[in-house]
């Protein structure tokens, strides 16, 4: 089995090599050894700050990084971050529309033992509310890195969710490529699409690998940009598997899966059957046990598409 890796690993490195370019500086809410800012502050110190446990304080002064022309990152645990940190990324960063990439790590259940308190299934849907905000989900290692260097290119304030838990690399292929607002289709099929974000890619794949045996031909894409949203690849789903099944470590409200069912109420209703969690707060716990007890695997995605395949 090809060795598994943690997002927020990846990212570490991606940001030390992103600093080539000198304007680009990290903030981070006392917790860089978690995040893996620390890499990017060992290599450039004069362009990095621990402003302590005072995450809305550190978003005011990435905005005001970023008006003399600097890229700033900041970074904090995803509950912090888009909780604690919600007020100034609004007012401060996206209603100016400023250049200030925010970084959440350790989003949703996957956080374990941490508890319902830092485990964040509540970040994407404040992040997307957002008029301007763009909001990232990487799936694996090799996508991390891109929307990395995807960010550092793009002018505009960005939310990116990382995770703790070590994942499965599913972008090693030719051909691989990373857009800002373009997903990446991972398996063809046509009698149902799977459309799953961050480290539920990975099970989505293993999902369409069930529904094989049975005869169901699942397409998976990986939507890693949930906004803006690839509106043209779900409606070409809609229109071409005519059912939908959305996979997040997320609350089903208002994040991804939320996202595709209103492109498809709107203007091309199918059948849409959101894996999730639902609409309850975590638990203290082993992180792959708790994806289990939520309902977040490959059999749990398998299981709704073939409700979906019978909604059609």
Known sequence: MAEKIATRHAYGEALKAAGVNERIVALDGDVSTCTMSAIFGEAYPERFFNVGIAEGNMLGMAAGLATMGYIPFAHAFAMFMAGRGYDQIRNSICYPHLNVKCVGTHAGLSVGEDGATHQCIEDIA???????????????????????????????PAYLRIGRL????????????FEIGKSVELRKGSDVTIIATGLMVPDALQAADLLQVEGIRARVINMHTIKPLDEEAVLKAAEETGCIVTAEEHNILSGLGAAVAEVTADRRPVPVKRVGVKDCFGRSGNALELLKLYHLTAADIAEAAREAVRAK
């Open 126 to 156: 404040l992040m997307r509310a957002i008029p301007g905000m763009t909001v990232i989900c990487p799936a694996d290692a090799i996508e991390t890195e891109a929307a990395v260097k995807a960010l550092t290119e793009y002018d505009g």
């Open 166 to 177: 070590p994942v499965e690399i599913v972008n090693d292929f030719p051909g691989y490529k």
